[in-house]
């Protein structure tokens, strides 16, 4: 299928700089498998009410594009390993969220396995599945080093 335009819009826009979500290949053996992202909540105010924190946060999102590299582990190791060296250094924040939707049970228990625990369920405007948001600090992650 063609890609939809827009999705392509908007990572142009952040791309050149204009929508402040940076953007990363993961890779394994040097091979691009996947993408996150991060992002400060408070940059995207529609979003940032609708989620109703009460405290300064980063979002991240992420995909595996490798149907033979899903359901290997690869998912928890790289969120980990994005938010500690990558997101909270580079935000200066320590509370990191992501909200999969309330029916995606795999990525659901992925982050869970990453450290995540469940905050709230969350309804976002232009979104069919509510957002089952969930929550994780640097103190968590220093509790999960091995
Ligand atoms: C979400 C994602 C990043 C997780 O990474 P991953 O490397 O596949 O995660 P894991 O290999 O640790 O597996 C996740 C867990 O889900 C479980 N799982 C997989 N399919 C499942 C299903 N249909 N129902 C319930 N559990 C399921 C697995 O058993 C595993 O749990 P376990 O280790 O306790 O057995 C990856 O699956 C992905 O990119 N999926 C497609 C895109 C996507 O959903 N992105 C997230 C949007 S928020």
Partial sequence: MPYPDAVIADYREAIE?????????AEVDQR???MLQHYR?????????????GEDAVGIDLFIGEADLVGRGH???MLRQFVRDVAFPF???GVCVIGPSVDN????RAYEKAG???LKEVRVPGEAQP??????????????QR
């Fill in 131 to 144: 957002e089952f948001l969930m929550r994780l600090t640097s103190a968590d992650l220093g509790s999960l």
């Fill in 41 to 53: 909540i408070a940059d995207s105010p529609e979003y940032a009410e609708a989620l109703a924190l």
């Fill in 75 to 77: 998912g928890p190791a």
């Fill in 105 to 108: 049970v795999a990525a659901i």
């Fill in 116 to 118: 995540f625990r469940p």
């Fill in 32 to 34: 691009p498998i996947g």
């Fill in 17 to 25: 700089g204009k929508d402040p979500t940076y953007h990363y290949l």
């Fill in 91 to 93: 935000h200066g924040i």
